[in-house]
């Protein structure tokens, strides 16, 4: 629908502008002795251009020049922010693989170090647990003496009296000097 309408917008004045009588043609001749004025336009032509591309040309060209340095400028410029991108991603990836490396045996230095703890630890139990052992069977002699010489004490306190011990002086001497030396 659009094509339709602009080319009928394009084709009516057209074929408004070409239905001009021969009224003007004939007053053209009389005036210039010629029937159309396409060479004279044609020389102003030939002229306006002339003098539009003497004008223009430099500041056109050096703006297509300065465009086309600042693409190609732009372009380079990408290309080395591409290339840097490259080389840090090369990097980060070399990192990365470095990292997962040291994770790896960082992991396996735990595990070793956790079986050489537990095995600290297990030994030092065990060591430990001895230990335990040795001073509860101490405990549990002393306990017995301690236990027999109450028991004993007891029963010599309960049976036996003072008069049923006879010592005589000489004896009781003998006795004391014995316990200091």
């Known amino acids: 629908m659009k094509k339709i309408i602009l080319l ?13 009588g021969d009224a003007e043609s004939t007053r053209y001749f009389a005036q210039t002795g010629r ?3 396409f060479w004279p336009r044609l020389f102003n032509f030939i002229i306006f251009a ?3 591309y003497y004008l223009l040309a430099n500041p056109v060209k050096n703006f297509f020049k300065e465009r086309r340095e600042g693409i190609a400028a732009q372009l380079k410029e990408i290309e080395q922010k591409l290339q840097a991108a490259k080389d840090e991603k090369k990097d980060a990836q070399t990192r990365l693989d470095e990292s997962g490396k040291k994770a790896e045996q960082i992991i396996e230095d735990a595990k070793k170090e956790a079986t050489l703890l537990a095995q600290k630890i297990a030994e030092t139990n065990i060591s430990d647990l001895a230990l335990m052992d040795k001073q509860l069977e101490e405990k549990m002699t002393l306990d017995e003496r301690k236990s027999a010489r109450d028991a004993i004490d007891e029963i010599l306190s309960e049976n036996i009296t ?4 006879l010592i005589d002086e000489s004896k009781v001497v003998d006795i004391i000097s014995k316990k200091v030396a």
Not at 11 to 19: D, E, M, R, T, Y
Not at 162 to 165: F, G
């Open 8 to 20: 009928s917008l394009l084709i009516v004045p057209a074929i408004l502008l070409a239905s001009g």
């Open 35 to 37: 029937e159309t004025d």
């Open 50 to 52: 002339s003098v539009l």
């Open 162 to 165: 003072n008069d049923d011990i």
